[in-house]
């Protein structure tokens, strides 16, 4: 099994930041990839970004964050980061972190599917 514990949300104002945190632990041998996704109200869940890894350590962000957000991991804790900066009121909503193998032979850390664990949620407020 594989827990999730997310921390680091928050409310702060437009321009400001935030960087969630998302520590694991069990077996995540398995799991290839670590991502972030996010949900806001009335909204579908939308992945936010993303790191491979193995192999080459891709990393993924979705068009809305690119240059303002930035996902890394401390290999050593086994924690996973998102910074956020410059962040806008569009921006709110709860942020789910997630791990898993990743969809494909290729393990594409993208798709929500290739995704089998899932943090609680911690809420992220921009107003």
């Known amino acids: 099994h594989v827990q999730l514990v997310e921390s680091g949300g928050g409310s702060v104002q437009p321009g400001g930041s935030l960087r969630l945190s998302c520590a694991a632990s069990?077996?995540?041998?398995?799991?290839?990839?670590m991502g972030w996704f996010r949900q806001a109200p009335g909204e579908e869940r939308e992945g936010v970004a993303s790191?491979?890894?193995?192999?080459?350590?891709?990393?993924t962000y979705a068009d809305s964050v690119k240059g303002r957000f930035t996902i890394s991991k401390d290999n050593t804790k086994n924690i996973l980061y998102l910074q956020m900066d410059s962040l806008k009121p569009e921006d709110t909503a709860i942020y789910y972190c997630?791990?898993?193998?990743?969809?494909?032979?290729?393990?594409?850390?993208?798709?929500?599917?290739?995704?089998?664990?899932w943090g609680q949620g911690t809420q992220v407020t921009v107003s």
């Open positions: 997630a791990t898993g193998p990743g969809e494909g032979y290729g393990g594409d850390c993208q798709p929500a599917r290739g995704y089998w664990y």
């Open positions: 069990g077996n995540t041998y398995s799991s290839h990839c």
């Open positions: 790191i491979r890894i193995g192999s080459d350590g891709l990393l």
